[in-house]
C-alpha cells in the first residue's frame, strides 16, 4: 500500500504532525501514563496499594532511562524505531489484563518504559526534522500536544470505565486495543525517510535559540533531570490523591483528564504566546508553577487543590518537556538522537528516584505521609533548578530584535 504522505518525495504538514502527535499519545498516554489512572482502579479493585504502585512505578521509568541510553544505538532508521516502540507498547500494555503477578507487572512495566523513551527520541528526531524542512517549526507544539491528548483521552476512557465497573484486567486489554488502532493509524501517515538532521538541528523550534551549537549543556542536563523529579510524584499520584478526597470513580477519575487536556493546551499556547522567550526561561517558569502544583496537596488536601495541582502540573510539563528538547536539539552537534538521550536519561533518572522516595518514606504505614514529603522535596527541587536556569547564559537571551 503507498503512503499517501510521500507520493511526491515530501510528506504533507497534516501527515507529519498527524503522525507525530499520534505516535506520542500512544508512547505516552498509555505506554507511559496508563498506568496513572490506573492504579486507583486497582487499589479499588484490592490487587494493588499505594506502596506496590510505587514500585510499578519505577520499574516504567527504570525501562524509560534504558531506553533513553539505548535509543541512539539502535541499528533501525527513527520511523522504523518509532514503529517497533509503539508495537512494544501495543503488546505490554495488553499484556498487563493477562496476568495478576506483581513480578510480571514490573517487568511489562519496564517494557513499556523502554519502549516509550525509544518512541519519544525517535519521534522527535523524524518528526521535528520534516517540520524544519518544511519551514514549520511551530508546528511542534501540534506535535507533542499529544502527548496531553493522550493522557487526556487515557484518563477519560479509564475514568468512564471505573465508574461503569469495568474490572482493571480487562481495562489493560481495552487500552492495548486502542494503542494498536492508534498504531495502524501512525504506520500510515508516518514518512518513510528521515528529515535532514542537520537542517532540523539548525531550526529546532520556536522561539530563540538556548545555547550555541557546541555550548556545554550539563546544567541543561541537570536541570532536566530534576524537573523529572519534581513532575513525575503528582504525576503519578494526583488520581490516588482524589479518591482519597472523594472514593467515587466518577468523581475522582476527572483529575486525570484534567492534567491531560491542561497539558495538550499548554503546548498549543505556549507555541503561539512564548515564541519570543529564551527556551531555558520558558523551562524555569514552568518548573516555578509545577513547584506550586506539587506543594498545594501537601499544605491542604481536597478536591480543590487536587484540581489545581492537576492543572499547574498538567499545564507545564509537556510546556517544559518541549522546551528543555528544543534547548538541547539548538546545541546539538552531529546526531540530535544523542543530545535528546541524554536529556531523556536525565528526566529518567529523576522520575524513578520520586516514586522509589516515596514508597522508602511510605514504608508499610498508612496514609500519605511519606508521599508529602516527596512532593514537599520536589517542590524544593523545581524552585532550585528555575533559580538556575534563570541565570541563563548571554547566549541563551533572545536577540533585541
Do not use: K
Request: with cysteine; glycine share 14%.
Amino acid at each position: 500500500m503507498s503512503n499517501p504522505s510521500i507520493a511526491l518525495g515530501r510528506p504533507s504538514l497534516f501527515a507529519v504532525c498527524g503522525a507525530g502527535l499520534l505516535a506520542l499519545a500512544i508512547a505516552m498516554g498509555i505506554g507511559r501514563f496508563a498506568f496513572t489512572p490506573m492504579l486507583p482502579l486497582m487499589i479499588r479493585a484490592g490487587s494493588a496499594d499505594v506502596g506496590a504502585g510505587g514500585w510499578l512505578a519505577a520499574a516504567n521509568y527504570a525501562g524509560y532511562l534504558l531506553g533513553a541510553l539505548t535509543a541512539a544505538r539502535l541499528p533501525l532508521s527513527p520511523q522504523r524505531t518509532g514503529l517497533l516502540s509503539l508495537a512494544v507498547i501495543v503488546g505490554s500494555t495488553a499484556a498487563m489484563g493477562l496476568v495478576d503477578s506483581l513480578a510480571a507487572w514490573l517487568l511489562l512495566r519496564g517494557i513499556a518504559g523502554v519502549a516509550s523513551a525509544w518512541a519519544l527520541v525517535s519521534t522527535s528526531v523524524w518528526c521535528l526534522s520534516w517540520l524544519a524542512r518544511l519551514g514549520r517549526p511551530n508546528g511542534a507544539g501540534m506535535v507533542y500536544a499529544g502527548v496531553g491528548a493522550g493522557i487526556a483521552l487515557a484518563g477519560l476512557y479509564c475514568w468512564r470505565a471505573g465508574a461503569a465497573d469495568i474490572a482493571p484486567d480487562r481495562l489493560w486489554l481495552h487500552l492495548g486495543l486502542l494503542a494498536l488502532v492508534g498504531s495502524i493509524i501512525v504506520a500510515a501517515l508516518m514518512p518513510r525517510e528521515a528529515g535532514p538532521l542537520a537542517v532540523a538541528a539548525a531550526a529546532p523550534g520556536t522561539g530563540p535559540a538556548s545555547a550555541a551549537p557546541g555550548d556545554s549543556q550539563w546544567d541543561l542536563v541537570i536541570c532536566y533531570g530534576m524537573l523529572g523529579f519534581g513532575y513525575i510524584l503528582p504525576a503519578t499520584f494526583l488520581p490516588v490523591l482524589a479518591r482519597a478526597v472523594v472514593d467515587n470513580p466518577a468523581v475522582f477519575g476527572a483529575a486525570w483528564p484534567v492534567f491531560g487536556a491542561a497539558a495538550a493546551l499548554s503546548t498549543l499556547l505556549a507555541g503561539a504566546l512564548l515564541s519570543g522567550l529564551s527556551r531555558r526561561h520558558v523551562l524555569a517558569g514552568s518548573h516555578l508553577l509545577m513547584a506550586l502544583g506539587c506543594l498545594l496537596p501537601v499544605l491542604h488536601l481536597s478536591a480543590g487543590t487536587v484540581l489545581a495541582a492537576a492543572l499547574l502540573v498538567g499545564g507545564t510539563f509537556m510546556v517544559a518537556t518541549m522546551a528543555g528538547i528544543q534547548a538541547a536539539r539548538a546545541g546539538a552537534t552531529g546526531d540530535p538522537a544523542r543530545a535528546l538521550g541524554r536529556m531523556t536519561a536525565s528526566f529518567a533518572i529523576g522520575q524513578m528516584a520520586g516514586p522509589v522516595l516515596s514508597s522508602a518514606l511510605s514504608g508499610g504505614a498508612a496514609g500519605f505521609g511519606g508521599l508529602f514529603i516527596a512532593l514537599a522535596t520536589g517542590a524544593v527541587t523545581l524552585l532550585a533548578s528555575a533559580a538556575w536556569l534563570l541565570r541563563a547564559p548571554r547566549s541563551a537571551r533572545p536577540s533585541p530584535n
